[in-house]
């Protein structure tokens, strides 16, 4: 049996102190124990850390805890570095070429990489790996991250509700765009749709999976579609493909409609600006990837590593929501912020597979969502 660790991550590990210390980037795993700074790769599919969503949370999660930034990233090829696999067949020679490097963490993002690294941490003991968003693995040098997505996207589902109301918004309908099926998105997208239901128990849903995580010209067709058919806001959780959706989400409020996109992983406000103060994204799901970045490397950096599935939730400040648009009024903030802690407290309890979704009343019976 798997061990889940539900973890409380403390203020302090994101305010992280490190000293800077010459090394080189072929090391021993042993290098942390004996005092070195720990040294780290990023393994990312073919959106890369530019995707402005789940990627470059966890690149930000690294350049935190070496306190570099974006912008200047001084240790990047030292202490650490990023190498993009521009497709699948990428995954397994990335993966032995960290391992052959000798990085003291190689991290991996997105249920994709799974197999893969199975394969390769199966024949490496020794080497510490991170994976986020899987928790089958289940090998001892392998940590696995994954994240209450559903109770975050419930919080954003139920902002659209909400403003919809506030719009004065007549049967209102909102749609879910995926990026590749499984039961890490369906999470995302049953979260939401209860959100939704939450605040107007009748609204429509539309949902739609793009099989991708880096095509947001499919993401952006289906949202000018569904708006045009009156859905009123669409939430995407498909990686660089839901940048599809905030494009036209812009392009339509630039023209005057009343439609919203809603971002994901990261705060993607700045995505959706469509002039010099006014954003097409209302709001979005916050998953605080960086925070499983900075738990690896300061496991690998205390010798505390374990290969262990560790879940950030909503308690654990692991999911969240943004509030950096304005057309987030004061009174809907204070009702989320009345719902988040019904569901801290246990009050409010989220369905996490659309089997158990399905079982709710009013919940839609005929979603794309899969569970395995």
């Known amino acids: 049996m798997k ?44 959106t890369g850390i530019d995707d402005k969503s789940f990627n470059a949370a966890a690149w930000r ?9 974006w912008n200047n990233a001084r240790l990047r090829g030292k202490n650490y570095d990023v190498v993009t696999a521009q497709t699948q067949d990428m995954y397994i020679p990335n993966l032995r070429q960290a391992t052959d490097e000798g990085y003291d963490l190689v991290v991996t993002t997105g249920f994709t990489f799974a ?4 394969e390769v941490a199966g024949g490496n003991p020794n080497q510490k790996y991170l994976i986020v968003d899987v928790d089958w693995v289940g ?32 049967n209102p309908r909102f749609g879910f765009i995926g990026g590749v099926p499984g039961k890490t998105i369906t999470k995302f997208e049953v979260g939401f749709v209860q959100g939704v239901l939450s605040v107007t128990p009748d609204a429509q849903i539309v949902d739609y999976y793009v099989n ?62 469509y002039n010099t103060s006014d954003s097409a994204v209302l709001t979005s799901m916050l998953k605080m990837v960086e925070t499983s970045l900075i738990y690896g490397l300061n496991s690998v950096k205390n010798n505390t590593f374990r290969g262990e599935v560790i879940t950030f939730d909503i308690k654990a400040d692991g999911v969240g929501y943004s509030t950096t648009n304005s057309a987030l009024s004061a009174d809907i903030k204070t009702q989320l912020e009345q719902i988040k802690q019904k569901i801290v407290s246990g009050q409010i309890q989220i369905a996490a597979t659309n089997a158990d979704a399905k079982k709710l009343p009013g919940f839609p019976q005929n979603l794309r969502a899969v569970d395995d």
């Open 3 to 46: 061990k889940v660790l539900v973890f409380t991550v403390l203020a302090a590990v994101v305010a992280v102190s490190v000293m800077f210390l010459g090394c080189n980037k072929k090391k021993s795993s042993d290098s942390a124990a004996s005092g070195e700074q720990v040294t780290v790769r990023l393994l990312t599919d073919a």
């Open 61 to 69: 999660g690294i350049l935190q805890f070496y306190g570099d930034t």
């Open 115 to 118: 197999d893969a690294l199975g």
């Open 139 to 170: 090998l001892p040098n392998v940590m696995q991250a994954i994240y209450a997505e559903h109770e975050g996207s419930y919080l954003v589902g139920a902002a659209a509700a909400l403003k919809a109301r506030a719009d004065g918004i007549s």
């Open 212 to 273: 991708s995580w880096g095509e947001p010209g499919l993401a952006k067709t289906q949202a000018k579609n569904w708006y045009d058919a009156g859905v009123y806001a669409i939430y995407s959780a498909a990686g660089g493909s839901g940048n599809g959706t905030i494009a036209q989400a812009k392009e339509y409020r630039s023209a005057g409609k009343n439609v919203w996109a809603i971002g994901v992983d990261s705060d993607q406000h700045e995505e959706g600006l």
